[in-house]
Every structure is written in structure tokens, then in C-alpha cells.
């Protein structure tokens, strides 16, 4: 799917993001849902959502995870928390990842969510090496914004 073909299907806002049916939402619709329903410590998903869609302008994607551990053959180290915690509707993760389009754009992301004091630790990963290693190939100019929740 070409870039301005995708742009055109994806949410817009908050309101729009609610209203999508399931079989309407893009991949990056349902991870900002996700990021919308989740609650806990500092974190605000309804507040973090909103302002995601506020800056759209200066990212390509969003997800939030969690951290794991290789374990090469065997399951990874606290790989499978979210799993663990489905049958009770709980989407355990803690870290907001922000594809920047451009190191600039990053710096502003990153500016943004400290001065909202929302208690995460924003950190901006915009070595190429790495961001190309993380995100498995090259991708330009391209940075990583990392948030991370208690």
C-alpha cells in the first residue's frame, strides 16, 4: 500500500479512532486504541492518545510494549507478560515507542512529552546504526522516541 493511500485510512483523532469498527481500524489504529485504553501509575492512555494524534505530524508510527530478554531456544525472559495477563483484559506494557520521521521531529516529540510531566523517562534514539539495527534495515533519517512507564 502506497504511503498517502495509508495516511488517508488511518484515524485522524481520538473521536474518529473510537468509532472505527474493528474491520475499518488499520494496524496503526489498533495499536493507538490499545494505547488509549491503557491506565496505570502515571501513565494516561487517553491523555497520551490524544496528544499522539495532536503531533501526528512528526511520526510515522506508534506502538507500546514491554521489555524482553532473548533466550535463544527457550521462551523469552519476560517476553510473554502481556500473554499472561489477556484472560484478564490486561494489555501489560510500559514502554511508548514513536517512529520520528526525522531526528528534528524527534527532539520536538521528545520536548513535547516532558514538558506535559507525565512521568515517563523519554529517551530519543537517533543514531542510524542503532535505529536501523532496532528496526531491522535502513530507513533513512529516521529516529526512535522511547517512553518508559514505572
Known sequence: MLQNEYEKMKA????????????????????????????FNAFDGPRVAAAL???????????????ALSNPGKLPSLGLIKLRDLPDNEWNVDTLYILARDREAAK?????????????????????????SALGGCLGEKAVVAIWWD
Open 12 to 39: 485522524k483523532s481520538v473521536d474518529q479512532l473510537k468509532s472505527l469498527t474493528l474491520a475499518d481500524a488499520t494496524a496503526q489504529d489498533i495499536q493507538l486504541e490499545l494505547i488509549r485504553r491503557r491506565q
Open 53 to 67: 494524534f495532536e503531533h501526528a505530524h512528526l511520526w510515522d508510527a506508534v506502538m507500546m510494549d514491554r521489555f
Open 108 to 132: 520536538k516529540l521528545a520536548e513535547i512529552f516532558n514538558m506535559e510531566e507525565w512521568g515517563g523517562m523519554v529517551s530519543v534514539h537517533d543514531a542510524p546504526e542503532d535505529v536501523d
